[in-house]
């Protein structure tokens, strides 16, 4: 069946390195992606979206990249800081449902 | 400016019992969407509503049912809860239907326990 899911459930990396995050997805007909974060206790936070007619987007410290070609999606944190450590899931909204992965549960070491 | 408020936040139920949840959007957003979050299946869409009509539905049995009021406010409501109900349901509003946006604000969330 159709999902979106994340390649690891979780990632430890050191203060002030850089954070990478996997999605994979398999309809290859979705065409909007979404990257939420969320803290312990708190609901999902949107982070950046990506549209299917782009490869990258920038925000604050954060890249979204898309690749069509094998159905990935990566989100890249730069300068990754102990505020970050959070639960990140993918998400692809698919006729105004969101499908969510997983979720990657990112823990930053001091 | 208020974020979303969902109430309550904790309660617990029993068997064959029915539960309703309550959501407050964030003050000029007229779409309200729930979820269902479990450790298990992860972040499930219930079911979006957009100007009191429901635009949206996921793949949940007729148990699950909800409304949205004239001021936005929605309600859900489970009836003949089971034990596999438990989990955190989570409310999110945007300013226009979830077709055209991912940019959800997504309350805290009401955590039911079914015992």
């Known amino acids: 069946g159709e999902s979106v899911g994340l390649h690891l459930p979780t990632l430890s990396v050191q203060e002030g390195d850089n954070s990478i995050i996997n999605c994979a997805y398999s309809?290859?007909?979705?065409?909007?992606f979404i990257w939420y974060k969320q803290e312990s206790g708190k609901g999902p936070q949107f982070i950046i979206d990506?549209?299917?007619?782009?490869d990258k987007r920038q925000g604050q410290r954060v890249t979204v990249l898309l690749n069509k070609t094998v159905k990935h999606l990566s989100l890249q944190i730069a300068a990754t800081q102990p505020g970050d450590s959070a639960v990140y899931f993918c998400?692809?909204?698919?006729?105004?449902?969101?499908?969510f992965g997983q979720g990657t549960e990112l823990s930053v070491k001091p | 400016k208020a974020g979303v408020t969902q109430t309550p936040r904790y309660l617990i139920k029993t068997r064959g019992q029915q539960v309703t949840l309550s959501c407050s959007p964030i003050?000029?957003?007229?779409?309200v969407s729930w979820y269902q979050q479990t450790p298990g299946q992860g972040l499930q869409f219930l079911f979006e509503?957009?100007?009191?009509?429901?635009?949206n539905k996921g793949n949940f049995p007729g148990r699950f049912s909800g409304r949205q009021f004239s001021n936005s406010r929605s309600e859900m409501n489970v009836s003949t809860l089971e034990l596999g109900d438990s989990a955190l349901y989570l409310c999110?509003?945007?300013?226009?239907?979830?077709?055209?946006?991912?940019?959800?604000?997504f309350g805290e969330g009401s955590r039911l326990t079914v015992l």
């Open positions: 999110a509003s945007s300013l226009v239907t979830g077709t055209s946006t991912g940019e959800l604000f």
């Open positions: 309809n290859s007909a979705s065409d909007y």
């Open positions: 990506i549209r299917s007619n782009m």
């Open positions: 998400a692809e909204n698919r006729g105004g449902k969101l499908i």
């Open positions: 003050s000029g957003h007229r779409s």
């Open positions: 509503y957009f100007s009191e009509t429901q635009r």
